[in-house]
């Protein structure tokens, strides 16, 4: 039975409108799809929240033409040019949870999944600060006195890589940032480096 994996935002009415919000959106869509527990489905591997501007468009809308392959389509009344022109990034990402959280909990209602497990990632993302950060590499020192991680903090417009080193107890001793990736898709980053996925951290 297939397991929900992944969120994605959708804007049907503009493929500009599409890429830019996708970008802009996409740290807390995938902070919201990493703490995501066995929520299983008939056949769909992921929910594709449809950003429309009224609920009589769905009507209108053929999501076969549009969706991802084996995606579950919801629809949430969404002013997305709204959210693209707020100047404060953690407004953008205030505005991008209320949208994935009311999607799935759409979403919930056709699976009949537990609601208090959607309250829980929404609670937990807001008590992180809404910063998406996570581990793509960690490894201990010969004398496992250290741990060196590869740091991920996923934001609006980029994902900036860091090198940490701590001590056991957690105490940082040195961080530097390798680089930054202006590309918000963490698939391509994944890709491009050999990692498969990224562990979250809950800061």
């Known amino acids: 039975m297939p397991i929900i994996k992944d969120i994605q935002l959708y804007v049907p009415k503009s493929k500009y409108l599409n ?20 929520l299983h489905t008939k056949e769909d591997k992921g929910i594709q929240i449809y950003c429309i501007d009224r609920h009589e468009q769905t009507k209108q809308i053929d999501p076969f033409a ?3 392959f084996n995606y579950f389509p919801v629809y949430v009344e969404t002013d997305v040019e709204a959210i693209l022109a707020l100047t404060s990034n953690r407004e953008k990402k205030e505005g991008t949870l209320e949208i994935v959280h009311e ?14 497990v959607l309250e829980e990632i929404y609670n937990t993302i807001k008590q992180a600060e809404y910063e998406t950060i996570y581990s ?22 980029s994902i900036d890589v860091y090198l940490e080193i701590k001590k056991r107890n957690g105490a940082i001793v040195n961080k530097e940032k390798l680089f930054t990736v202006e ?21």
């Open 136 to 157: 793509l590499l960690k490894k201990s020192s010969p004398n496992k006195k250290y741990v060196c991680n590869i740091m991920c903090h996923h934001e609006i417009s």
């Open 66 to 68: 549009h969706i991802n």
């Open 103 to 116: 999607g799935m909990k759409k979403a919930a209602q056709e699976f009949n999944w537990d609601l208090s």
């Open 183 to 203: 590309n918000t898709d963490e698939q391509d980053l994944f890709s491009e480096y050999g990692f498969l996925n990224g562990n979250l951290i809950i800061k």
């Open 19 to 38: 890429w830019t919000f996708f970008h802009v959106t996409r740290n807390i869509t995938f902070f919201y799809s990493s703490l995501l527990p066995k």
